[in-house]
């Protein structure tokens, strides 16, 4: 897996997209000595969901927005390793996010979008924490 991690190794741009998707996706409240590791588990991540694929295709992942991205995600991994091989990535967009000034920015990152109905939800930022809990004071 070393040799697959040098051979697809993202560009500066791709870097800093992932690290600060990887601080948005928790809120702002992801402690500095915590994005290093959590870089590398999504990186290792999808270098193995893409080695999968590479020995049982044709295949078809289904797998979060962040890991079909072409910039850092599985599709990224893919085609450094096998960029004769085609490959057609599709991102999810809830419906609320179509209207926004980002979204021909995310549709940038995929070869497809398809627009899901929006879901009412809780904010999850309301309940994230690290470290420890009061109760376990």
């Known amino acids: 897996m070393e040799s697959d991690y040098q051979k697809s190794l993202l560009t500066n741009n791709a870097k800093r997209s992932l690290e600060k998707d990887l601080?948005?996706?928790?809120?702002?409240?992801?402690?500095?000595?915590?994005?290093?590791?959590?870089?590398?588990?999504?990186?290792?991540?999808?270098?193995?969901?893409?080695?999968?694929?590479?020995?049982?295709?044709?295949?078809?992942?289904?797998?979060?927005?962040?890991?079909v991205r072409h910039d850092y995600g599985v599709p990224q991994v893919l085609r450094s390793l096998e960029p004769s091989k085609k490959r057609v990535s599709v991102g999810l967009i809830e419906e609320a996010q179509r209207d926004s000034t980002a979204f021909a920015e995310l549709a940038k990152l995929y070869d497809f979008v398809w627009i899901t109905p929006s879901i009412d939800r809780a904010d999850p930022c309301a309940t994230l924490h690290f470290g420890k809990s009061e109760s376990s004071k």
């Open 23 to 67: 601080v948005d996706g928790h809120c702002g409240k992801l402690p500095a000595q915590y994005l290093e590791p959590m870089f590398q588990v999504q990186r290792l991540t999808d270098i193995s969901m893409a080695r999968v694929m590479m020995h049982h295709s044709p295949a078809i992942l289904f797998a979060g927005n962040g890991h």
